[in-house]
């Protein structure tokens, strides 16, 4: 089981579901939604994420890009230097993929993957509707 991951659509979104993470010490996966990565391109997501980032250098997170079910998308994103995918995608070319991902010291997950996720599209205050999730879920096991 992995850090809770959080679905951010824009940077202020990312930069409340950090403050969140920081206040309450809390590691925190930040999955970039499927639409924002196809919409503005790896390049301009990955800056979002460093200025979220430098908002809160305290804050311990990795930044994932969702690519849903576009393979093609995800190896541009591994190869623009993306640190993490989240991608649909058969199991020949999940494989594939992730041999990329290896070789580029970057992280693969499946889409088919289920873990505890909060989606903050439409919340009105995204801090704390992200501190009142951390706060119910439990950090994963260590080891």
């Known amino acids: 089981m992995s850090a809770p991951a959080i679905i951010v659509h824009d940077l202020r979104q990312a930069i409340a579901a950090l403050a969140a993470a920081a206040s309450l010490d809390r590691v925190v996966r930040l999955r970039i939604a499927p639409g924002a990565a196809a919409a503005l391109g790896p390049r301009v997501l990955a800056r979002m994420m460093q200025r979220a980032a430098e908002?809160?250098?305290?804050a311990s997170f990795t930044a994932v890009l969702d690519c849903a079910g576009d393979a093609g998308y995800a190896l541009q994103a591994l190869r623009a230097g993306v640190p993490a995918v989240r991608v649909a995608a058969e199991r020949e070319?999940?494989?594939?993929?992730?041999?990329?991902a290896i070789r580029m010291d970057a992280e693969i997950e499946?889409?088919?993957e289920i873990g505890e996720v909060l989606d903050l599209d439409g919340e009105n205050d995204p801090e704390a509707a992200c501190r009142a999730w951390l706060q119910l879920t439990p950090d994963p096991p260590i080891g």
């Open 110 to 112: 499946h889409a088919a």
């Open 93 to 100: 070319v999940f494989i594939k993929l992730a041999d990329i």
């Open 55 to 58: 908002a809160h250098p305290e």
